[in-house]
């Protein structure tokens, strides 16, 4: 998404960390995702098949609940209250 690679961006989040380290970080962690990601093929090869929606529809409702999200609320524009309303009053001139 920022056109870095992964060391690049570990190094504006951790610049106190040497290089090597982080690259056995990110390592670790790319071989750890990699390891976990067959347990799931099974499943998504059936949703895919059985729900009738699109990948990308189905890639949006998985991001939205990873990312905490159930429902988007109404919120005011100017404050992000929930439940308010931005009105714009417009008279005649």
């Given at each position: 998404?920022?056109?870095?690679?992964?060391?690049?961006?570990?190094?504006?989040?951790?610049?106190?960390?040497?290089?090597?380290?982080?690259?056995?970080?990110?390592?670790?962690?790319?071989?750890?995702?990699?390891?976990?990601?067959?347990?799931?093929?099974?499943?998504?090869?059936?949703?895919?098949?059985?729900?009738?929606?699109?990948?990308?529809?189905?890639?949006?409702?998985?991001?939205?609940?990873?990312?905490?999200?159930?429902?988007?609320?109404?919120?005011?524009?100017?404050?992000?209250?929930?439940?308010?309303?931005?009105?714009?009053?417009a008279g005649k001139s």
């Open positions: 998404m920022t056109g870095k690679t992964n060391e690049q961006n570990a190094l504006l989040l951790f610049p106190d960390w040497d290089q090597d380290q982080l690259s056995q970080v990110i390592q670790e962690k790319e071989a750890l995702f990699e390891s976990v990601v067959p347990v799931f093929m099974k499943q998504v090869e059936e949703l895919l098949n059985s729900s009738g929606k699109t990948p990308v529809e189905l890639l949006a409702k998985a991001l939205a609940k990873a990312a905490g999200y159930g429902d988007i609320k109404k919120r005011s524009i100017l404050s992000s209250m929930e439940n308010y309303a931005t009105l714009l009053q």
